[in-house]
Structure formats: structure tokens, C-alpha cells
């Protein structure tokens, strides 16, 4: 199976800010005890590329990521700390052709027509559609997958458990980002079962939606 037919098996990507390098080891425990066996680690923090060093040697199960990529310093140290893709906000040509040339997988973040024939001129065509919501929404992508009806979409920004479904119903819509089971106060609480929860409510809410 590669990346992007793993990234369609989850259904949702968890993305993570992590406070403190502490939390990494008992998040990553809690969503694989929740029957979601994947993260995107954002280098929001300092903790990001640590993280993912520790989870990657510790539960290799973990399909997992490295996301706010807006270098290609790094995406290489994400790389070699053990993320097995690369998620950047935006299109940044050098880091994606970085990238590309290191054989890594990289969802480049769009939100215009232009930004997605960059892509497509590199022979990139699964992209993250962010900010998804202030964007546009689904209406956006419906419009925007009428002429490039082979790009497939990962959205992120604005997505809940409130209008997942409308997405995930999309079939451009590869995965969605979501940030309300990883919640950064509930790392600093200490409450994983909460995390193991909500979860595992997120899978039970792609299963749903995808039946229909």
C-alpha cells in the first residue's frame, strides 16, 4: 500500500501541535488504542521533529507525518527523524522539488486554480486544500474539481466533526486534516482517554460517512 492509499484507509489525519516533547510517546499510544494509526506532527513547536524521532522508533505502526513544512532544512529533518510524508501549508516550489527529489512524499497546501497547476506541473496531484473552511469549503473544491478532475484533495483548516461528512462525500477527497481530537489543552491536563476517545468517534465518523 503507498502513502496515498494510506492516507484514504485513515480517513482523517490527526494534526498535532505538541506543547512539550513529553506528550509525544502517550498521544501516539492513544490513537492507535483509538483505532487511528496516524498523526501529522506540525513544526508549530519546538518539540515537533523530536516527536516525531521518538514515535517513529517507539510504535512504528503509527502512519506519520511531518506537517508546517516551510523549509527544506526542514523537511529533512523530518525525513531523518522518520516522518513518512511531508505537509506544508502552502506551495513552496523549492521545498517541494526538495522533496521530490529525495523520492518523499509532500502534500503541498493550495488554495487557487494557480497554486494547483504549479503542482500539477511537478507531477504532484494529491494536494492539501488549506485553509479549507475561510477558503471556500466544499463548494470550493466541488467548482475546482471540474477542471482537474484528477487532482485528489486532502482539506484542513475548519473541519470538525459538524461537517467532515460533507468532504468526506467529495470523491477528489483523498483524507481529511482535524485538529479537535489532538487539542493541545488536553495534552497539558494529562487527559489521553479523552484523546483515545474522541479518536476513535473520528473513525467511527468516517466508517459512517462513507457507508452512505
Not at 8 to 27: F, S, W
Not at 42 to 48: H, K, Q
Not at 126 to 139: I, Q, S, T
Request: aromatic share 8%.
Amino acid at each position: 500500500m503507498n502513502i496515498n492509499e494510506r492516507v484514504r484507509q485513515t480517513g482523517i489525519i490527526p494534526v498535532v501541535a505538541l506543547p512539550k516533547l513529553e506528550h509525544a510517546l502517550p498521544l501516539a499510544e492513544s490513537l492507535l488504542e483509538g483505532g487511528l494509526p496516524c498523526a501529522e506532527i506540525t513544526f508549530r513547536t519546538a518539540a515537533a521533529a523530536e516527536a516525531i524521532a521518538q514515535i517513529s522508533k517507539r510504535f512504528p505502526e503509527l502512519f506519520l507525518g511531518a506537517g508546517t513544512v516551510l523549509t527544506t532544512e526542514q523537511a529533512q529533518r523530518a525525513l531523518d527523524c522518520g516522518a513518512q510524508f511531508i505537509v506544508s501549508p502552502g506551495t513552496n516550489p523549492t521545498t517541494v522539488d526538495f522533496c521530490l527529489a529525495k523520492g518523499a512524499t509532500i502534500f503541498p497546501g493550495v488554495c487557487t486554480p494557480t497554486e494547483v497547476e504549479m503542482n500539477l506541473a511537478k507531477g504532484v496531484d494529491v494536494l492539501k486544500f488549506f485553509p479549507a473552511e475561510p477558503a471556500g469549503g466544499v463548494n470550493f473544491l466541488k467548482a475546482i474539481c471540474a477542471p482537474y478532475g484528477q487532482v485528489k484533495f486532502i482539506p484542513t483548516g475548519g473541519i470538525d466533526t459538524k461537517n467532515i461528512g460533507q468532504y468526506l462525500a467529495l470523491p477528489a477527497v483523498l483524507a481529511c486534516g482535524g485538529s479537535w481530537m489532538v487539542k493541545p489543552d488536553l495534552f497539558e491536563a494529562g487527559d489521553f482517554a479523552t484523546v483515545k476517545r474522541l479518536a476513535a468517534e473520528a473513525v467511527a465518523l468516517v466508517s459512517q460517512y462513507r457507508a452512505r
